[in-house]
Every structure is written in C-alpha cells, then in structure tokens.
C-alpha cells in the first residue's frame, strides 16, 4: 500500500468519525476543500463511494462503514504505539542541579520533592545550598531558587512559594539584661548574630521597611554564620538577636522561647522563584519538576 493511500484512509477515518468536513478539516489541520479532494481521490481509485454526501450531513455508505471498522481500530492501534514509543523516548530521567539556600530548601524544595521524586523514580535532583548570587550558567546548575526581587531580568521566573517575612528575634535570656529595641536604629546597640554573604564577603545589612520609609541597619555581634539556621539555634541558646524567616520561628514565638521585636518594621516580600536561562532548551524530566514546584497550581 502506498503512503498517500494511508493518508487518504485517514482523511476519510476523520471525516466518517466527525460526519462533518469542516470539523475533520479542523482536527486535521488542513482546508475543507482539501479535504473533499482527497477523499473523493480515495473513492475514484477504490471505484466505491465510501461517504453520502448532503447539504446537511455526511454519513458513510456501507463500504465506508466497512472499511471504517477494518481500518479504523487498526490505525487507532499504530497511533497508540507510536505515541508508547515517544514516552519511551522522552521517558523523564536525568539529574536536575539546583542551587539555592537553607531556608528555600526546608520550606519549599523538601515537601514538593517528596512528593515529585516518588513519581518519578528516575529522575534525580542535586541540591547545592550557598547563600552566593551563583552564576547558574557558569556552574552548570539547571536552575536556580531566591526570592523574587533578587533575580536577573533575563531569566525565566516561575514562582514556588508564597510572601516571606523576616523576624528578628531573641530569647527571654538575653532580653533578661537588655532593653527590646523600638527602631531598627537601636539594634546597632545589641549583640546582633550576623549572616555573611560569600559573593559580596560582607556581612548582610538587615532590611527594614515602614509606610515609605526603608532601612537597612549594619548591625554589630560576636557571632558570624553563613546560613540562618544556626543563627537561630544561637538565638535561641541567648547568644544575641537574630534575623531570620518568620516561619521558622513561630513554633518557638508560641512556646515562649523567643520573642519577637520590630514585627511593624518587617513587611512581606516576593517569596521564592525558580529561575534559570531563557534561552534553556528545557528537558522533560527538568518541565516536570517546574509544573510540581509552580506556586498556587
């Protein structure tokens, strides 16, 4: 049988399916008229008219009903196999790298990869926790995970979790001798555990904003950490104040472990973001995992 004989059985399948021209046409990507051609070109060659023809319907005529229950099922099953082997093809498998930092990692990557690596068994996600602005480019990473308001404008954004909110924070030990700060200003006369930043290898300034007015307070301390979780363990062991996401501290807040200080000066801001290059050519296995950590789907 011959390729274009194929093609017109399906011209034909289509239409007798649809019992109208223009929808087939339609499904099939291709003008009506087209259409009609290549059909009445099939029942020239078969000497059978397979299709009736009115101004108001298109019905098969009882050699079209026989070929439509031959050939029909049989294409249904090539085309169902055909697309079994493009799974197989583009079966998503690979290892995804992704860098990022400690807060991003237990807020937002854990819960939705525990659940994403559990359908997905072949796929693998590596992790990199640094607090640096990485040049995902350079490193090779696939993505990256910040806020939004520190990401590139030529990069791709989709966003995976919700507003964040500082808190600055300090445990009834240390508050015990000191009086709790009523501006931000006043936080340059506390011991204060700071978070160094390895790309700039300064120390980050701590970010305040009130109304229209905004801060940011080069704040003084004894303890240097380059990742906020043991800052907070160092709050809480009464070594100083410190600057960290609000959901991890509002266990402690509740149990009166810590307590909380210029909660008017700390607003949201843009919560996290995958990014990475607009010009990536994304992996099946890499458009997953996007779709799983899209924020509010």
């Given at each position: ?30 003008s ?74 237990r ?31 350079a ?14 404008r ?32 006043a ?10 930043l ?21 704040v ?78």
């Open positions: 049988m011959r390729q274009s004989d194929l093609n017109d059985i399906m011209a034909f399948l289509a239409v007798a399916r649809e019992k109208n021209f223009t929808r087939a046409a339609a499904g099939l990507g291709v009506q008229s087209a259409l009609s051609q290549t059909v009445r070109g099939l029942e020239t060659r078969l000497g059978l008219r397979l299709l009736t023809r009115t101004t108001r319907s298109v019905a098969p005529t009882e050699a079209g009903e026989r070929l439509l229950r031959a050939a029909g099922p049989r294409l249904d099953e090539i085309s169902a196999e055909l697309a079994a082997l493009t799974e197989l093809r583009d079966k998503p498998a690979g290892t995804i790298r992704i860098t990022t930092h400690d807060h991003a990692v807020s937002v990557l854990v819960p939705a990869l525990e659940k994403f690596l559990a359908l997905y068994p072949d796929i693998k996600v590596e992790v990199v926790v640094d607090y640096g602005l990485t040049d995902i480019v490193e090779r990473f696939d993505a990256g995970v910040r806020s939004g308001e520190m990401i590139a030529d990069m791709v954004a989709v966003r995976i979790g919700p507003d964040l909110r500082a808190a600055v924070v300090g445990a009834p030990s240390y508050f015990a001798t000191r009086p709790v700060p009523k501006t931000p200003r936080l340059t006369e506390h011991n204060c555990i700071n978070l160094r390895p790309t700039l290898g300064g120390l980050y300034a701590w970010e305040f904003a009130k109304g229209r007015r905004e801060l940011r307070v080069r003084d301390g004894q303890l240097v950490f380059n990742a906020s979780a043991p800052m907070l363990d160092a709050a809480l062991a009464g070594a100083g104040l410190a600057y960290v996401p609000e959901d991890d501290v509002q266990s402690y807040l509740a149990e009166g472990r810590l307590i909380r200080v210029l909660s008017d000066w700390c607003p949201p801001y843009p919560g996290y973001h995958l990014y990475y290059p607009s010009r990536r050519q994304p992996t099946s296995a890499f458009s997953l995992l996007v779709n799983a950590l899209r924020y509010g789907v």
